[in-house]
């Protein structure tokens, strides 16, 4: 029985996977995610990682897809003024911004290595994998670099954003 939800949810999840990067319209590519995102938490249930289903379904798929979804609607993606006018300049400044962030992330990443990071005497044992204080402490000690720029990562991209959802006045 296991084994088949396991199918029956990995290929909803490939499925959906898929509708996301082929459909036309992006506010039908956030839904497909969402529902990619969902299958995916069923199959952390079925591995039997319930913490990991939960911060899937609310993170992921609660706070982070309402998110993309407020953006999509505030940018109005479907009338084409809109899109004629920032076809021009987008392409240009997608390239020089993520050339830049290669530039900043590319070194951090060179330099980053967990076996140097000095564990404190106070973590949780290591036998306990997969608990809530162990996932705590790894993120706060041993993953702290990528932690923090997945932080800057996401602030850089709210700010995006709002830049993008800005009218400019009528001249």
């Keep these: 029985m296991e084994t ?19 459909a036309r319209k992006v506010f039908y590519s956030a839904v497909s995610l969402i529902v990619c995102l969902a299958a995916l938490a069923a199959l952390y249930l079925l591995l039997e990682a319930p913490f990991i289903a939960a911060v899937q379904m609310i993170v992921y798929a609660g706070a982070i897809m309402v998110l993309f979804l407020f953006v999509i ?7 084409a ?5 920032k076809r021009r300049y987008l392409a240009a400044l997608g390239t020089a911004l993520g050339a830049m962030g290669l530039v900043v992330v590319v070194p951090l990443v060179g330099l980053y290595d967990p076996g140097q990071i000095p564990h404190s005497a106070g973590g949780p044992a290591r036998g306990a994998l997969g608990t809530t204080a162990t996932i705590g402490y790894s993120i706060f000690t041993d ?15 709210i700010i995006g954003a709002v830049v993008l959802a800005q009218r400019r006045p009528q001249a």
């Excluded at 003024?81 to 006018?85: E, F, N």
């Design 4 to 22: 088949a939800l396991f199918y029956v949810f990995g290929t909803i999840a490939a499925a959906a996977a898929v509708a996301v990067v082929a």
């Design 73 to 79: 609607m505030l940018l109005d993606p479907f009338s």
């Design 81 to 85: 003024p809109i899109l004629v006018d």
């Design 143 to 157: 993953y702290l670099l990528p932690f923090e720029a997945t932080s800057a990562l996401i602030l850089v991209a």
